[in-house]
């Protein structure tokens, strides 16, 4: 999933914030958030990734990671709550698992922290969101 409209969503606005929506629509911006949220996801299976550790998985010092973030309007943090959600967001649309669960797989501690959070991204409940993606 990337920067395409979310099933569920509204339909003529995208559920990531502007700044999210102004990065991935500039081409060198596009590049290195593409290679950022890659190495981020690789590494996702045991952990969220610090920024020092994608800054090495992509040859560059911490500081060319966030002047290259900079350029493209955004934070490491943006970029990492991005991540949570797509993984939340495939999880949620893929499997029965339950939403507890997925918030822990999405790097979430606290599964209340999770729903605010996703709420806050799109509008409504991840619970929502799983029954309007299945009847899409």
């Known amino acids: 999933m990337t920067d395409a409209m979310i099933v569920g969503s509204h339909p003529t606005r995208s559920p990531f914030p502007e ?6 629509h500039h081409s060198g911006a596009c590049r290195i958030v593409a290679a950022i949220k890659s190495s981020m996801r690789r590494s996702y299976e045991e952990k969220a990734p610090t920024a020092p550790e994608v800054a090495v998985i992509l040859g560059m010092s911490l500081r060319s ?4 973030l900079a350029l493209a309007g955004l934070k490491y943090s943006d970029l990492l709550d991005m991540v949570r959600f797509e993984i939340a967001a ?8 339950k939403v507890i669960d997925i918030a822990f ?20 409940t991840p619970r929502n969101f799983r029954n309007q993606s299945r009847c899409a």
């Open 65 to 68: 990671l966030q002047r290259m």
């Open 90 to 97: 495939e999880l949620l649309q893929s499997t029965d698992d």
């Open 19 to 24: 700044k999210f929506i102004f990065a991935s």
């Open 105 to 124: 797989a999405a790097g979430y501690s606290d599964p209340a922290h999770f729903a605010r959070a996703f709420r806050r991204m799109v509008g409504t």
